[in-house]
């Protein structure tokens, strides 16, 4: 285990004055701030069941490679692009999803697109690559663009300047297009209910499990796992009993059953062979697509929300770009193409906030990998988090620049130094869905408010599984000018 790693003492949630290009003053995006103190594993493993993020040094930022060999077990970080590239892409059969995320993700998505290996992710993956095709995910846009608009509605009637906490409500926006999406709205229930659940399950599962790092197997009902499982039997019940409305109602008339994404799942037929998704492996993805695509995009909006309101500058660029290609009308697959702006700034953010902030594998083979032979079942950490403020790979890694994702700009990045949807064949499924969400919504809100972080309120990037702001964003809504 990394014993040498050094830690970050303090926990910086204030955001620095920092100079930049020697010109303007720019303010520092809030993020822990790395310390040269070394750490014994124990405390490492302590540091990354509180917070996985802070528990990287100075050092982790500089080098390209880090391994540890300990009695317990083989480490190795990648942060160099060719190193990232060996692993998820050039010699990916040789790494498995690490037995650490499998033991905080399978309890709630058993054996879907996320956790499966073998024939088995094979099979789903070009099952399901269909579903999420360019032409499909532009169909889903006015249904993304309705949920906007339901926000934006509620938004309107509130007093001026009323307080918002901005990541709570990019979480119901994105489950509310989920809804829509997946289920064409025959949910029942309740966004309380469904988000108390969502909050359980991430606040226990989604640490890093300290009993299951020391070795204690995933049968053990450690607290956390038992806190987590009535979370669980509620998502049960309410989906077993969406999917099986679904199913009657596609068996008695399918031509008046709505082509959402459950639909889609279950009549997609694999393109070799023609065999359709199992029952299981039906409930297993509607539960992947509601973790993996609700969540994560909720993240992404909330810092780019936060970003936008330090710097006034871009906000004023996106919003104006915002009345310029939607002028009165709402966002849809087409107007939104032409968004480069909104896109540079929801890049830099998931830059600066990866929402999926560490990837890990275990190696399966011998390998070589920048150099360094190691062993099967080392630990193989892809920290998304460090590569993306790496020293070595960004200019000014620590502030934000969404210049950095201009056309003629955006080329020039590695394709394995910049991976908020990671990289290789397990790359997301749902990149394209989730980019023209954040494009709809950022579009259709900033060209009519304008977000304000409410003063002195603490913003700290919290990892659990997913990225999040610890203690939400209290933000003011202002209603802008739109008369020119
Ligand atoms: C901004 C939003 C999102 C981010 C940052 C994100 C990030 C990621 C990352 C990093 C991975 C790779 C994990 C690994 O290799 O270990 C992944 C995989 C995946 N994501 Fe996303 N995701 C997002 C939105 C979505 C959405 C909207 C969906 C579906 C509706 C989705 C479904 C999936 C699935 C099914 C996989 C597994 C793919 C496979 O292994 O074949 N994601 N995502």
New binding site residues.
Partial sequence: MPSHFECWEVFAMVEEATKISGASRLRRPAAPVPHSRNLSTLAFILELGKNPIAAFGARAYREHYVYERSRLRHFLMVAHPDGIKHV?LDNASNYV?SAQ?QRQLKLALGN???T?EGAS?RF??RT?APM?QTRQIAAFAPAMADAVEAMLARWRSLPAGAEVDVADAMMRLTYDI?SR??FSNDVTMDYGEMSKALATYFENVGRVDILGALGFPDWVPTPRRLRAWPALRFFRREMDGLISRRRTALSENPAAVPQD?LTLLLTARDPEGGKLFGEAEVFD?VM??IF???E??A??LAWTFYLLSEFPEWDARVAQEARHALGGGLADGENIVGLVQSRMVIEEA?RLY???PL???DAVGPDTVGGIAIEPGTFVL?P?WVIHRHRALWKDPDNFDPERFAPGARETIHRFAY?????????????G???Q??AVILASVAREFRLSLKPGHPVEPMARI?LRPHHGLAMTVWRRDTSN
Avoid: D, S, Y
């Fill in positions: 998820l999803k995320a879907g697109l996320v499966a992710w789903q993956r399901a999420f989920i999406t997946m994404l993805n992947t697509f993996a695509g609700h994560t995009t993240n992404t998931m990866p929402p999926a990837m890990a594998r892809v998304i991976l908020p949807f990671g990289g290789g064949p397990r790359i997301c499924i749902g990149m869905f989730a980019m969400e954040a997913t």
